[in-house]
């Protein structure tokens, strides 16, 4: 019997599927996309309605080789790259790369696979609805890509010529960068302004005591706007008839939020455990994949984690409706499955993320997965079994008191009657509930007033965007898909266009010159609205019902008389750098602003007769000030100057301050002691290739020891070693001793 030749991207899922296959298929994994348009050259033929000329990426020729002969001699070849358009443009480039050179005759047959989770059942399913590969999804990935080639090999060079060299534009990054410079903007622009709130503590025929608001004066919204309207009113009050008008009690239910999409998992994942988008994707990715569990063998745990609609399957609501009924009782499951509704530009082709199975609980897994890992599942598991719980009750009782008739207060108590879903996932807006109960109330019940106060408050600022925030505007607004969010995110943050200031982004001096030079010159390339309208022409392709050579042709004639225009009007930041009133500390002629790979930096206006740089910062105002440079205790080896501290490629090093006319240069390092035994080196810090710190040893390449922890100056209880390494962030954080082991958690350490 002929085997099957089964083809998935990723070597952790052909190992997982490899198990379950057996023997009668040959898996073999693409390890991503295989081919894609040239890196030296547009790679677009724009006059032939857009034809790219795709070839095999650096790299994979062996991939691609050995997926060839592993195809010859079998009867059908399982196209299993993941079910999204990027999988579907890997599954066609496979099967174009299998036919090169072959006869019709010769070819296998090719069969698209969309597998949704990697267990038994659905490998069963997958294989049985096996079918053909999908023409208008390739197409859509295949205008997605050009769009993007058009757009960042135009723009990018562009900028090169106009800012400064090693910059990217792309149609959705782009767009991401605006939406933080223009809220920075907001922030620059607000002019906060006062509003007073006044409560009362009032006490009726029955105890205890409640607080009420001013919501009305003489029947219209109250309106404190300052201190000189506040006390007068508070004074007059302490002399009115306060007297209850009326008491409202409703039971009010809460729903549970919907089960997981892409974007809702990556928010919550950034407020719970300030999981990056890419860091959450990546957790993800594993858990789909399948992570083996010993005897019971390899598993994906999670359903496909790209996805933008809240449909689950019928037998997984079943199955969780059974669940809850045997883990928490007839109480919490609610009379029938509930339903949620999708946005209207939702892909309805993918499930909800949810467990693959319920025999997988979150305590039988735990010993198989690492700790982030295990708060990732934990939390899917917990929204997938909430959102089919019975609602959580409220008694919600409203009492409206009138003081002198004129004045409106309002007080609010609210009880919990019955958990529900609350039981076992707490979301943001249950969190901010309170649980308070108003005594017995009536009617025309007389009050005594107790204390009545004012509080000063300020309107405030839109707030900086996080991870959680920029990725819930992106979708909000319809830009970028499941897929891309991560993606998006990193780029923005790689190319220097926003920076993270305790979390939250703030725009770059570069990314604020770039969103700039792009709204002025490119209206289209960096509007929220046009870049969501280009994304639904995407969707209607893959529909079926917009053909791609139409969808390029429409933005490329608007796009090139943009390009043509700006490439001989846009303004030159080279040539005209923003001045400062900073003098140069070495010929006093005035710094300018000016960009590099690692941003924005001071330069001598004199240059190229005075070459002096200096580091620089913004404040909250967007004023800007001088950093200090950090100066050595030593002197060059080579002249004798001082040596200064600088960043590079590939980290923070001591350079000579007589550069450049002296190149010397020397490892920055901790003082820390090497943890190897009798190395007598030091830790030096270091940049890897993807911007992570890291710690190597100043001997190296003699003592290979080399660590990703952040040396304090925390003793080792256990061994005596003067440091410990911090591992991970936020209350994940932990101190362990490089040399032993010891590890304990940063609080005990003294390290909070």
């Known amino acids: 019997m002929s085997k099957s030749l089964f083809i998935v991207e990723s070597p952790a899922k052909a190992k997982t599927l490899s198990r379950y296959l057996g ?75 299998i036919s090169r050179g072959r006869s019709q005759d010769s070819l296998p047959r090719f069969l698209r696979v969309m597998l949704h989770e990697i267990t038994r059942t659905g490998l069963r399913k997958a294989l049985d609805d096996a079918g053909e590969l999908d023409r208008n999804r390739y197409e859509s990935q295949l205008a997605r890509r050009i769009l993007d080639r058009l757009v960042g090999y135009e723009l990018s060079p562009l900028l090169w010529k106009k800012v400064t060299g090693g910059l990217s534009a792309g149609r959705v990054q782009s767009v991401a960068v605006a939406l933080v410079v223009d809220r920075e903007k907001e922030i620059l622009a607000f002019v906060p302004q006062e509003y007073w709130i006044i409560r009362a503590r009032l006490l009726g025929d029955n105890p205890p005591d409640f607080e009420a608001r001013l919501v009305r004066i003489d029947g219209n919204k109250a309106q404190v706007s300052d201190e000189a309207t506040a006390r007068p009113l508070i004074e007059r009050l302490k002399t009115a008839a306060w007297r209850v008008l009326s008491v409202a009690r409703e039971e009010k239910r809460r729903w549970a939020p919907p089960p997981f999409i892409t974007s809702t998992l990556q928010q919550e994942a950034f407020r719970l455990f300030r999981f990056s988008t890419k860091r959450t994707m990546s957790l993800a990715q594993r858990l789909y994949e399948g992570v083996d569990m010993g005897e019971m063998g390899a ?59 319920l025999e997988f609980t979150p305590e039988k897994v735990a010993s198989f997965l690492d700790r982030d890992e295990l708060k990732l599942y934990n939390l899917i598991w917990n929204r997938f079994v909430a959102c089919q719980m ?75 965007f996080t991870e959680g925030t920029l990725v819930k505007e992106l979708e909000k607004r319809g830009i970028g898909r499941p897929s891309t969010y991560a993606t998006i995110l990193s780029t923005i943050q790689e190319k220097n266009y926003v920076e993270r200031d305790k979390g939250k982004f703030r725009p770059t001096d570069l990314g604020v010159v770039v969103t700039d030079l792009l709204r002025e010159n490119f209206a289209d390339v960096i509007d929220v609205g046009f870049t969501a309208q280009m994304e639904e022409e995407l969707d209607r392709i893959e529909e079926g019902n917009a053909l791609r050579p139409e969808v390029l042709s429409s933005f490329w004639s608007k796009f090139k008389v943009e390009l043509d225009t700006a490439r ?86 001591w350079a000579c301050s007589n550069y450049p006319k002296c190149r010397g240069t020397r490892p920055y390092s901790t003082g820390f002691p090497c943890p190897k035994p009798d190395c007598g080196g030091t830790l030096v810090e270091k940049k890897s290739k993807k911007n992570s710190t890291y710690y190597r040893c100043s001997r190296s390449p003699q003592c290979d020891h080399v660590s990703f922890g952040r040396p304090r100056q925390v003793p080792c209880p256990s061994c005596g070693l003067p440091y410990m390494e911090e591992k991970g962030r936020g209350k994940a954080r932990s101190i362990r001793c490089p040399k032993c082991g010891h590890s304990t958690e940063a609080l005990e350490a003294g390290e909070a």
């Open 299 to 357: 598993h994906g745990l999670i359903t496909y984690m790209r996805t933008d609609s809240t449909r689950l399957a019928d037998e997984a609501v079943f199955g969780v409706r059974k669940f809850i009924e045997e883990q928490h009782g007839p109480a919490y499951l609610p009379d029938g499955p509930i339903r949620y509704k999708n946005k209207k530009s939702a892909q309805d082709a993918h499930e909800a993320i949810r467990p693959t199975s």
């Open 390 to 464: 019975a609602p959580a009750r409220y008694d919600v009782t409203v009492a409206t008191v009138s003081a002198d008739e004129r004045w409106i207060f309002e007080a609010t108590g609210k009880v919990l009657l019955f958990d529900g879903y609350l039981k076992l996932y707490l979301d943001d807006e249950a969190q901010e509930d309170g649980n308070d109960r108003l005594p017995p109330l009536r009617p025309e019940e007389m009050l005594k007033l107790l204390s009545l106060d004012g509080e000063q408050q300020f309107t405030q600022p839109p707030p900086r």
């Open 568 to 653: 001989m009007q846009m303004k030159s930041v080279k040539r005209e750098p923003e001045k400062t009133d900073v003098s140069c500390p070495k010929c006093s002629s005035p710094m300018v602003v000016r960009f590099g790979r690692k941003g924005s930096f001071l330069a001598c206006s004199a240059f190229p007769e005075c070459k002096t740089t200096l580091a620089f910062q913004r404040g909250e105002d967007g004023r800007l000030s001088v950093i200090e440079e950090k100066v050595a205790d030593e002197k060059c080896d080579q002249c004798s100057s001082q040596m200064v501290l600088r960043e590079g490629r590939f980290g923070r090093f």
């Open 23 to 97: 023997r009668d298929f040959i898996v073999k994994a693409t390890v991503g996309h295989i081919k894609d348009l040239p890196s030296n050259s547009l790679g677009v033929n724009v006059a032939r309605e857009f034809s790219p000329s795709y070839g095999i990426i650096r790299g994979k020729s062996k991939v691609v080789q050995s997926i060839r002969e592993a195809s010859m001699g079998v009867e059908a070849v399982y196209l299993a790259s993941d079910p999204d358009r990027e999988g579907e443009a890997i599954a066609w480039h496979v099967a174009e790369e």
